[in-house]
């Protein structure tokens, strides 16, 4: 993979207005009701469908460090084909990967919208779609800038 320009390190103004928007949204999500694990299953659904190395990389390990089921994160790309998750992440997982498309599909879809609505309150319902906003743009920033992976002790 050829070396790119890092995006993050050479402009520490925007980086920390990005950190402290992703902790105000952790924050409202887990006021909402939000459970951490649904939170890291939507970093990570995002991330797949990005395919945001790093992203992928840390969220697997923030998951697992949750005490999440290995078996779910290998299989979160088709979490519609199991019974592995419950409603409150199957409506997030949705929304979220909707709010990903955005971009082609220009509107989150109507059974989307009433699935996640039935499920979720209005304020976890505002959580995920600010979760995915997050999520995208620092998608967006490591696969841009092709940001390496963590040295692994």
């Given at each position: 993979m050829n070396k790119r320009i890092q995006?993050?390190?050479?402009?520490?103004?925007?980086?920390?207005?990005?950190?402290?928007?992703?902790?105000?949204?952790?924050?409202?999500?887990?006021?909402?009701?939000?459970?951490?694990?649904?939170?890291?299953?939507?970093?990570?659904?995002?991330?797949?469908?990005?395919?945001?190395?790093?992203?992928?990389?840390?969220?697997?390990?923030?998951?697992?460090?949750?005490?999440?089921?290995?078996r779910r994160i290998f299989v979160l790309e088709a979490w519609r084909e199991t019974e592995l998750f419950t409603p409150e992440e199957r409506a997030a997982l949705a929304l979220t990967e909707e709010i990903t498309r955005i971009g082609e599909t220009q509107s989150v879809s109507d059974a989307v919208y009433a699935e996640a609505t039935s499920v979720l309150t209005e304020d976890q319902f505002r959580a995920v779609a600010w979760l995915a906003v997050v999520i995208n743009s620092f998608n967006r920033l490591s696969v841009t800038s092709h940001k390496p992976l963590p040295r692994k002790a």
């Open positions: 995006l993050t390190p050479g402009t520490p103004g925007p980086y920390k207005a990005m950190l402290a928007l992703n902790s105000e949204v952790h924050e409202y999500a887990e006021n909402a009701g939000l459970g951490k694990l649904t939170v890291e299953l939507i970093k990570l659904r995002a991330s797949q469908m990005n395919g945001c190395a790093f992203c992928l990389d840390m969220h697997s390990h923030e998951t697992l460090k949750l005490g999440e089921d290995p």
